[in-house]
C-alpha cells in the first residue's frame, strides 16, 4: 500500500475537504409527487414527505 511520504499540512487537508464539499451531487433522486429533486433517505423539503408520509409541515413562506 501506498504511503506519502510528509504528512499533509492542516491547511492542504481543510483546503481539499472544502474543494469537496463544493462538488454537485449526482446521486439526488427526484420527489414522487412533487417532482423536486430530493436526496434519498431524507425528507423531501419541498412537501414534507418522507416515504409517503408527512413528517413535517411546511409553510409557503
Request: hydrophobic share 25%; net charge positive.
Amino acid at each position: 500500500m501506498a504511503l506519502p511520504k510528509r504528512k499533509s499540512s492542516k491547511s492542504r487537508t481543510r483546503r481539499t475537504k472544502a474543494e469537496n464539499m463544493k462538488r454537485k451531487l449526482n446521486n439526488a433522486g427526484f420527489d414522487t409527487e412533487s417532482g423536486a429533486p430530493a436526496l434519498p433517505h431524507r425528507v423531501c423539503p419541498t412537501t414534507g414527505k418522507y416515504k409517503g408520509r408527512q413528517v413535517i409541515t411546511v409553510s409557503d413562506e
